[in-house]
């Protein structure tokens, strides 16, 4: 009967502790890069903050389908407050020099169905406005952000208005690196 002796083998069990660790390292490094990377990039919200701009204005001026008689019985309420009446708040936190400048601007035209212009309502920060047309010809990202939405509502009178709003968030500073 044969009896077969084993030998300890330290020396290559320290070997593959070697390339262990290797693994290891390069596996944390991966994860470590990839977290790097996802996270050193801002996230963009602007576009839903418009978004959400233009959803809380069209919630304020329409109920059920018909638009509000204060803001448009025969022709558009100029004197409506968008601010004050659809809850609006543009205040934005303590960065650079915002509380300078507001960072949001909202505008509503009232057309007829034909497309006649029959009004329009504004609040916040006018200047934003520019930047909208700088965007629709070149597409820049360091401009403010304009997102429009159009809706049709009944007046009193049940004649269709076609309401579009516009919504823009500046936030460059924060936003876009």
């Given at each position: 009967?044969?009896?077969?002796?084993?030998r300890s083998k330290q020396g290559a069990s320290k070997i593959l502790a070697v390339y262990w660790i290797a693994i290891l390292l390069i596996v944390a490094a991966g994860i470590y890069g990839m977290?790097?990377?996802?996270y050193s990039h801002p996230f963009d919200v602007r576009v839903l903050e418009a978004e959400a701009l233009n959803a809380k204005v069209a919630d304020c001026l329409s109920q059920q389908g018909k638009l509000v008689?204060?803001?448009?019985?025969?022709?558009?309420?100029?004197?409506?407050?968008?601010?004050?009446?659809?809850?609006l708040n543009?205040?934005?936190?303590?960065?650079?020099?915002w509380k300078d400048f507001g960072?949001?601007?909202s505008e509503v035209n009232f057309y007829d169905i034909n497309e006649k212009f029959l009004g329009t309502l504004k609040a916040g920060?006018?200047?934003?406005?520019?930047?909208?047309?700088?965007?629709?010809?070149?597409?820049?990202?360091?401009?403010s952000t304009c997102?429009?939405?159009?809706?049709?509502?009944?007046?009193?009178?049940?004649?269709?208005?076609?309401?579009?709003?516009?919504g823009v968030v500046k936030k460059i500073e924060k936003n876009v690196k």
């Amino acid at each position: 009967m044969k009896v077969f002796y084993f030998r300890s083998k330290q020396g290559a069990s320290k070997i593959l502790a070697v390339y262990w660790i290797a693994i290891l390292l390069i596996v944390a490094a991966g994860i470590y890069g990839m977290v790097y990377f996802y996270y050193s990039h801002p996230f963009d919200v602007r576009v839903l903050e418009a978004e959400a701009l233009n959803a809380k204005v069209a919630d304020c001026l329409s109920q059920q389908g018909k638009l509000v008689s204060e803001v448009y019985s025969d022709k558009v309420n100029t004197d409506f407050d968008l601010i004050s009446k659809c809850d609006l708040n543009f205040s934005t936190e303590d960065f650079s020099d915002w509380k300078d400048f507001g960072q949001y601007y909202s505008e509503v035209n009232f057309y007829d169905i034909n497309e006649k212009f029959l009004g329009t309502l504004k609040a916040g920060n006018t200047a934003l406005k520019s930047d909208c047309e700088i965007q629709e010809e070149k597409g820049y990202e360091k401009v403010s952000t304009c997102v429009t939405s159009k809706m049709y509502l009944v007046s009193e009178g049940n004649s269709q208005i076609l309401i579009e709003i516009l919504g823009v968030v500046k936030k460059i500073e924060k936003n876009v690196k």
